[in-house]
C-alpha cells in the first residue's frame, strides 16, 4: 500500500473498527489487491483510553506504539500527535451509547476538535474521520438511497453531534492548515465486536430476530474490512482531501435478509439449532420507541434498547457511486461471508454465542 508517511495515528485503536484498521496497516487488507502489502517501514501509533489493555495491539505487531490518553483532555491530544509532521491520522474513536446525552457532544465534538488543534500543531498532512449515517437520519421513502448531496437531518443526539463534528471539520479544511477526509459508514459488523452484536446472534438463533413492520426496510451495512478499504483509499487518494464519501457494502439488505443470513449460517456451519421464528413487532412499534427516546434525550438520559428500537423500521440506505468513481473503492466481502467470518470469530473468541 502506497502511503506517503513514515507515521500513522489511529484513534479508538482498540474499538471495533479501530482492531481491524491497525491489522490492515501492519499487515495488509487480503481481499483487496492494491492494499495487499503493508507499507514499508510504517510506524503505527495508537490512542488508547488510561484503563484500556493494549495486549491485542501489541500482538498485532511490534511496530505499534501504544499512547494512553482521552480526546476531552487537549494534552493528551498533543502528547499523541508529538512528532507527527506529514503523518497520516485514522480517527475512529467516538461514542455511540453514552451514560448521559452531554457525553455525545463533549466526545464526538470537543474531542475531535482537542485531536485536530493537535494534528495541526503537529503538522500531520490528512486527517481521515469516521462519521456515521446519522446526520443524514433516516431516508425519506424506500426506495431512497443518500448520496453525499443529501441534506442533513440528523437522527437524534447522536446524529446532532456527528453533524457538528462535519460541520467543524469542513472549517479546519477551509483554513487550509491540514487535509480532511469524511468517511460515512452505516451499520458495520466483523471481527472484534462488541457484545451487543453476539447477543443479535443469539437472539437469532433463539427465535427472536427482531421484525418491526414487514422487514423489508433497507438498511446498508458495512463488513469492517470493506471499511478500511474506504478508510485507507481515502488516505492515499490525493483528490480525497476536503471530501466526504459514503463507504458500505455493494448493496443494501433487507432486515429479513439480514437475519435470514445469520439463521442460516448458524445452522449450516456452526452446528447451531435455530428455532426458525422472529420477535414480530407492528410499525407503531417504533414509533412509540422514538416518542420514548425523545422525551427521555429531553432529559439528558440515553437508553440504548429504545434508541435501537425506534430505528429498526426504518431504511437507512446508502450509495457508494462516489466512493467508487473517485476512490476506486471496490467492496469485496458480501452480506453472508462477512458474517460467516463475524461468526467464526466469536465461535474461536469466546467458544460460542452464548455470552
Not at 482537542?114 to 494534528?119: C, G, I, K
Not at 443526539?157 to 477526509?181: D, F, H, P, Q
Not at 435501537?308 to 450509495?319: D, F, G, H, P, Y
Request: aromatic share 8%; hydrophobic share 35%.
Amino acid at each position: 500500500m502506497e502511503l506517503s508517511t513514515h507515521l500513522v495515528l489511529v484513534t479508538g485503536a482498540l474499538g471495533w473498527l479501530g482492531t481491524s484498521l491497525v491489522k490492515a496497516l501492519a499487515q495488509g487488507l487480503t481481499d483487496c489487491e492494491s492494499l495487499t502489502q503493508p507499507a514499508e517501514n510504517l510506524k503505527i501509533r495508537c490512542l488508547i483510553l488510561p484503563n484500556q489493555d493494549a495486549t491485542i495491539l501489541q500482538k498485532i505487531s511490534e511496530k505499534i506504539e501504544v499512547i494512553t490518553g482521552d480526546l476531552q483532555n487537549p494534552q493528551d491530544c498533543d502528547r499523541f500527535c508529538e512528532g507527527a509532521n506529514n503523518a497520516i491520522l485514522f480517527h475512529t474513536a467516538g461514542i455511540i451509547h453514552p451514560q448521559k446525552i452531554p457525553e455525545f457532544y463533549q466526545i464526538n465534538v470537543e474531542g475531535t476538535k482537542n485531536l485536530l488543534n493537535s494534528a495541526i500543531k503537529a503538522g500531520v498532512k490528512r486527517a481521515v474521520i469516521v462519521s456515521s449515517n446519522s446526520p443524514c437520519g433516516c431516508n425519506p421513502h424506500p426506495d431512497h438511497l443518500f448520496d453525499e448531496k443529501s441534506p442533513y437531518n440528523p437522527y437524534m443526539n447522536y446524529g446532532r453531534s456527528k453533524m457538528l463534528m462535519e460541520l467543524a471539520i469542513k472549517e479546519y479544511y477551509k483554513a487550509g492548515k491540514i487535509e480532511t477526509v469524511v468517511v460515512r459508514p452505516p451499520w458495520f459488523y466483523g471481527p472484534n465486536q462488541p457484545p451487543r452484536q453476539t447477543l443479535f446472534f443469539q437472539m437469532i438463533r433463539e427465535g427472536k430476530g427482531p421484525i418491526v413492520g414487514d422487514g423489508n426496510n433497507l438498511r446498508s451495512m458495512a463488513y469492517v474490512d470493506n471499511l478500511c478499504q474506504g478508510l485507507l483509499l481515502a488516505a492515499i487518494t490525493e483528490k480525497a482531501n476536503g471530501e466526504t464519501y459514503w463507504i458500505a457494502d455493494e448493496r443494501p439488505y433487507t432486515m429479513n435478509e439480514i437475519i435470514n443470513t445469520v439463521e442460516k449460517l448458524l445452522e449450516s456451519e456452526f452446528n447451531q439449532t435455530c428455532k426458525h421464528k422472529r420477535l414480530k413487532l407492528p410499525g407503531i412499534a417504533s414509533e412509540i420507541a422514538l416518542g420514548v427516546d425523545s422525551f427521555i434525550q429531553s432529559l439528558g438520559l440515553y437508553q440504548q434498547k429504545i434508541h435501537v428500537l425506534s430505528e429498526m423500521n426504518k431504511t437507512i440506505a446508502c450509495s457508494i457511486a462516489k466512493a467508487r468513481r473517485e476512490l476506486d473503492y471496490d467492496p469485496k466481502i458480501s452480506l453472508e461471508e462477512g458474517m460467516r467470518r463475524s461468526l467464526k470469530w466469536v465461535f474461536e473468541n469466546y467458544g460460542g454465542i452464548d455470552g
